[in-house]
């Protein structure tokens, strides 16, 4: 019961948490508008000269920024050692609501937001990439002065983890993978078609509220547990504009499987992988393919 009480005052919004701003890198030049062509001016007559005052310097233009400032939406609560928890593509922070009280009681920790996702921005220029995702967590944990932490990742969110931790191994304590991977033939038909070039567009305009709920009754185990119109709510809100669910596709479409077997077959560092014994989704031989890397 108690745990039951805790789970249902956990609600992730604007309203809730902390925002901290970083400031991410943007790759080539940045577009600016075209300058206008002006005609030269005319040659000017002796007589004019004396009566010509010099004018003003034009103010000189700035250059834009070479980064985007992305302003970035998490929870941190609790004392001890950092644990920073990841969610998987089109979920937020409401993804750990079962977890994190009862995981405060042992750590400190910060469940994070990621870009596109969440109360986190939307960012325009961003293709949504492992490595672009790992580098703004990594920007995101200097941001509140994290040097080193524990991570825990879910699905898609385990390659943002591992990249990270590959890239920079002294900020990486023990690390736990839930579920880890991309797309399987297990899921269901609107998610798959997400990535499909012909009808994603297609599938994501039509990933409704309905379409959410029918999504997470085919992930649940127990429906009498965990899924009720609330739960459906916070799930869809934060993936209802169009923004999110670009953000949905291109995350879709630049993630490999391959990339995280790699990560996981030169990590030096212990790798803990977990998968629900009732997992819908993921059949224990998939998540044996992570094991055995």
């Not at 009754?217 to 119109?229: I, Q």
Request: net charge negative; charged share 25%; with cysteine.
């Amino acid at each position: 019961m108690a745990l039951s009480l805790e789970v249902k005052k956990f609600i992730n919004s604007e309203h809730v948490g902390k925002f901290v701003e970083i400031h991410l890198p943007l790759e080539g030049e940045p577009v600016r508008p075209p300058k206008k062509n002006k005609k030269a001016p005319a040659e000017p007559q002796p007589e004019d000269v004396e009566k010509t005052q010099p004018e003003p310097l034009p103010p000189q233009e700035e250059e834009d920024p070479a980064f985007e400032t992305l302003r970035i939406h998490y929870m941190d609560e609790g004392d001890g050692e950092p644990l920073v928890l990841v969610h998987t593509i089109g979920q937020s922070i409401y993804t750990w609501r079962c977890l994190y009280a009862s995981l405060t009681q042992h750590y400190r920790v910060i469940a994070v937001d990621m870009p596109g996702f969440g109360y986190s921005s939307r960012p325009d220029v961003y293709s949504y990439t492992i490595e672009e995702q790992s580098k703004a967590l990594e920007l995101f944990l200097d941001a509140i002065g994290i040097e080193s932490a524990h991570f825990m990742g879910f699905s898609m969110g385990c390659a943002y983890v591992m990249d990270l931790c590959l890239r920079q191994p002294e900020r990486a304590g023990r690390v736990i993978l839930l579920a880890p991977g991309g797309l399987t033939p297990e899921m269901p038909t609107p998610v798959k078609l997400l990535d499909s070039g012909l009808f994603g567009g297609i599938a994501a305009a039509l990933f409704g509220i309905r379409t959410v709920e029918n999504v997470l009754s085919d992930c649940f185990f127990d429906l009498t547990v965990g899924l009720n119109e609330d739960v459906v709510t916070e799930y869809y809100k934060t993936i209802s504009d169009s923004a999110s669910r670009r953000a949905l596709r291109l995350s879709i479409h630049n993630f490999e499987d391959e990339t995280l077997v790699s990560q996981l077959r030169i990590t030096e560092m212990p790798v803990l992988i977990l998968l629900g014994s009732e997992d819908r989704w993921r059949t224990s031989a998939q998540t044996e393919l992570y094991h055995a890397a």
